[in-house]
């Protein structure tokens, strides 16, 4: 819960409501087993701020939890459910209000929970979870995604190359400075700045938002109103920019359109050569420079993280074609890019694994270099189906799949509690319980769903929240206790799981024996 300090209020943010001098601050009740505890074996303390503690509180997802009591069998399930699917609403939602210069644009502030700066692709993946549940654009709810669009939009058009922001002046929060030394091109203002990676997925998080809130309201007004339109032109230019070789059919060398150099003690904190990174050939995609996890990338065109563009450039085109004020031509350069980037992918993203199956990289070059791997962030390999990008049954996903979640993947963490994709933004041994929950969204096999459940549902140490990553042989020592992006994935599966697999709801997760500490 939130201290009486730590957030801004405004009308629009639970009006009728006062945040409690008793509120504690959330990083520090969510370390805590709070009570009641559930009945199972698991005794999984109860997570949720009191209502007048909450950032948001909304009426969709009361019911939706609700609605969901009598037909999760297990009570540690229903526990870990009932506090993660409202995580991102009951405390990170920190600031609504509407833009200075124009009363009707709403705003929303997202932070990512431990981390006071708002993050373009985890705010739209914090919020996502949410669409099952929205149903029209009169919702109070459906105001925290136009909220969150409008932000987003506004960070993308000011900062097209940076992934995390700070409070907007119209909040009155004062920005929070990282403390970093940096050099960065194109350069930018850390007053609106908090990081400046470039991440290819922030452009496919904003367009997968705003994809989903179109698909749920059909609200197509909303995105000619604002600077929405502005925003994806900057999302288009900066993607051609980021398509760009390192040389010229001269043989010249082209500087890159983005660079970047830090002071750090972590390899993957800055980009080699000086801050421009490794040469890349033409090959269709965009380059993205660091991962989905924040972590330099070690070849520069992401598969994961193109993929996601290409399929919300395409999808996201289909609400440009209907705005009378677009630019003529605009839809069509967002299908023609999405359908280039697709070419790239099934050219150069496409190769041989060592057991000779046809596979798709992690990572290429352009040149042949490739790094056969996956990420537990998201977008990441496993999550194609996911993302929408290509069916669960697709032959070289199948075997990309069967990769992945063995050793034959660096990343693939194994061991008696815990067996999922990690990531090298911890350490080796460090399973992360967002790529176990990806697994169950990707899978038609009950027992394979209903083992990743078993693994999540052991892995969160009694807090009854979902981790960042837990060692796979000590589900005590793990990462990350509030992250709400993982939370409100965790629910999101539950909510899948209700309209597509209802049975697995009933059965128990209750473990034959449990770790005595």
Known sequence: MWSSNAIIWTPLLLAGHALGQSCPAYSSFSQSRNPPLSTGAYKLAY?????????????????????????????????????????????????????????????????????????????????????????????????????????????????????????????????????????????????????????????????????????????????????????????????????????????????????????????????????????????GMARSPFRPSDDSALFDFSVPANMMLSRYLNSTAAIMDQLPNAPKGLAGQMRAMAEEIRDGISHWGVVKAPNGKQIFAYEVDGFGGQNLMDDANIPSLLSAPFLGYLDNNDTVYRNTREFILGRSNPWWCEGPYINAVGSPHVRPGAAWPMAAIMRAMTSDDDMEIITAIKEILGSTDGLGLIHESVNSFDTSDWTRQWFTWANGLFGQMIMDLAGRKPHLLKESFQPFFIKIK
């Open 47 to 283: 997570q949720r701020p009191a209502p007048e503690c909450r950032t948001f509180n909304s009426s969709l997802v009361e019911d939706a939890i609700a609605g969901l009591k009598d037909d999760i069998y297990d009570e540690d399930l229903f526990r870990l459910f009932e506090n993660t699917f409202p995580n991102t609403l009951d405390t990170a939602v920190k600031w609504r209000g509407v833009a200075a210069n124009n009363s009707d644009e709403e705003l929303a502030f997202i932070i990512t929970g431990d981390i006071n700066a708002m993050w373009i692709r985890d705010s739209a993946n914090q919020i996502a979870p949410y669409k099952t549940v929205l149903k029209d654009s009169t919702a109070e709810l459906a105001s925290v995604f136009r909220g969150v669009i409008n932000l987003q939009a506004r960070y993308l058009i000011i900062s097209p190359y940076c992934n995390a922001f700070q409070p907007p002046p119209e909040s009155g929060m004062p920005p929070v400075q990282n403390g970093g030394i940096y050099s960065v091109t194109p350069s930018y203002d850390r007053n609106v700045v908090f990081t400046c990676n470039f991440e290819l997925d922030d452009f496919g998080g904003f367009l997968q938002l705003s994809h989903d809130y179109y698909a749920a309201t059909g609200d197509v007004d909303f995105f000619g109103k604002f600077q929405w339109v502005a925003a994806v032109q900057s999302v288009l230019a900066a993607s051609e920019a980021m398509r760009a070789a390192t040389y010229g059919p001269d043989g010249r060398w082209i500087r890159p359109a983005y660079t970047f150099q830090s002071q750090t003690m972590s390899a993957s904190g800055t980009l080699a050569n000086n801050g421009v990174g490794s040469p890349v050939n033409y090959t």
